[in-house]
């Protein structure tokens, strides 16, 4: 038994207790086969073991617990951020919490889901709001809120609710935890509830964002400026960079509320771009925007697995003691019921060459002017 499955072995083995029935699991066990494929398009019709209509029933009919099945994934990641810091205990790497807001795009008609879908920068879709945990090369999706629309809750009152589950063992240590947000998230009231649970923030700021004595920010000259900003009682320290994306250079302002120094807090902004990468990662090949499920449970079923296939490959990546023998299903028996292939090592290479291809892409992205 390879070692490094041991942990993703033992999450799959935890959650298949959440289905009471052997069909249920078979069809969990086929589905999760679909998303582990790796190719992006884990439709029910793409199945050769059990009929779409098998999948689609399991998905918003059949009766199972998600939350329990949303439990296990937590616990699993609590144990894999505990033994992380354990492994380091003298220089434990600074925890990083990334928020921000993804949308998914859809263009059928989806009566079910009214009041999810709503147009936002153009998108017309689902748009969700996500806490990304990165510690180390530790990189874990936590958890998730569902943005309804203009009149509720703003994208930053809901990255408030999602700090809110984090547990108090990621918020200690001697390094300070940091927050990385992009623009959408400078309200002086997500900054202020942000520093008031003691973790200091990285947020991207509008170049037309003005200081108290009125001047832009665009019009500052010094990197790593001590600024007042107009509507917010903390200090915060302002610097840019320059965004080579399109023909022309963009300059992407960033503040925070320690001082960094103009060139570091400028290369710690650009930390933000992780959770980029993972979304391109879940979108691309565990198809979470690939949904076209007729009711919410079908589809909050369907992003639950999408996460539970990225947490399973990136588990599986982890070098930790194997479970001990006589502890673990009949994986052969397995294989010869339902034809499951469980995270085979070509796609587990797979999946992190695309990886280290996302990293090379946000590092060209973010390069500083020659």
Same mark, same amino acid.
């Given at each position: 038994m390879n070692p490094k499955n041991a942990r993703a072995r033992r999450l799959y083995s935890d959650i298949l207790t959440c289905f009471s029935r052997k069909q249920h699991r078979d069809s969990f066990q086929v589905f999760l086969d679909l998303l582990l494929d790796g190719s992006g398009r884990p439709?029910?019709?793409? !199945?050769?073991?059990? %009929?779409?209509? !098998?999948? %689609? +029933?399991?998905?918003?009919?059949?009766?199972?617990?998600? +939350?329990?099945?949303? +439990?296990f994934m937590r616990q !699993?990641?609590?144990?894999? =951020?505990?033994?992380?810091?354990?492994? !380091?205990?003298?220089?434990?790497? +600074?925890?990083?919490?990334?928020?921000?807001?993804?949308?998914?795009?859809?263009?059928?008609?989806?009566?079910?889901? %009214?009041?999810?879908?709503?147009?936002?920068?153009?998108?017309?879709?689902?748009?969700?709001?996500?806490?990304?945990?990165?510690c180390g090369d530790l990189k874990l999706p936590w958890a998730f809120q569902i943005w309804r629309g203009k009149g509720t809750s703003s994208p930053a009152a809901l990255a408030l609710k999602l700090l809110r589950t984090v547990p108090p063992v990621m918020l200690q240590g001697k390094r300070r935890p940091r927050l990385h947000a992009d623009g959408g998230f400078e309200s002086a009231e997500f900054i202020e509830a942000v520093l008031e649970r003691e973790i200091d923030i990285v947020i991207g700021v509008r170049r037309n964002r003005t200081l108290a004595n009125g001047t832009p920010i665009h019009e500052l000259m010094t990197r790593g400026y001590k600024a007042q900003l107009q509507g917010l009682k903390p200090t915060m320290y302002v610097s840019w960079a320059w965004l080579y994306r399109n023909k022309e250079p963009e300059? $992407?302002?960033?503040? %925070?509320?320690?001082?960094?120094?103009?060139?570091?807090?400028? $290369?710690?902004?650009? $930390?933000?771009? $992780?959770?980029?990468? =993972? =979304?391109?990662?879940i979108k691309g090949r565990f198809g979470l925007e690939r949904f076209a499920q007729h009711s919410k449970t079908g589809v909050m079923r369907w992003w639950c697995l999408s996460g539970l296939a990225y947490l399973l490959c990136h588990l599986a990546d982890q070098d930790v003691p194997p479970r001990p023998p006589g502890t673990w299903p009949d994986w052969g028996a397995l294989a010869r019921t339902v034809r499951f292939s469980f995270i085979p090592e070509v796609r587990r290479r797979a999946l992190q060459l695309e990886l280290a291809e996302l990293d090379a892409f946000q590092d060209a992205l973010s390069a500083p002017a020659p």
């Open positions: 439709l029910p019709t793409r !199945a050769t073991v059990k %009929s779409p209509s !098998a999948i %689609s +029933r399991f998905l918003n009919h059949t009766i199972w617990d998600l +939350r329990t099945l949303c +439990r !699993a990641a609590l144990q894999l =951020f505990n033994d992380t810091w354990k492994h !380091a205990p003298h220089q434990r790497p +600074r925890v990083e919490f990334l928020v921000d807001l993804t949308s998914l795009e859809k263009a059928g008609k989806f009566p079910g889901l %009214s009041d999810w879908m709503h147009v936002l920068n153009a998108v017309n879709g689902v748009h969700l709001v996500v806490l990304y945990i990165c300059q $992407r302002f960033v503040m %925070s509320n320690i001082n960094l120094g103009g060139k570091y807090l400028a $290369r710690v902004g650009k $930390r933000r771009w $992780r959770i980029e990468g =993972f =979304f391109k990662t």
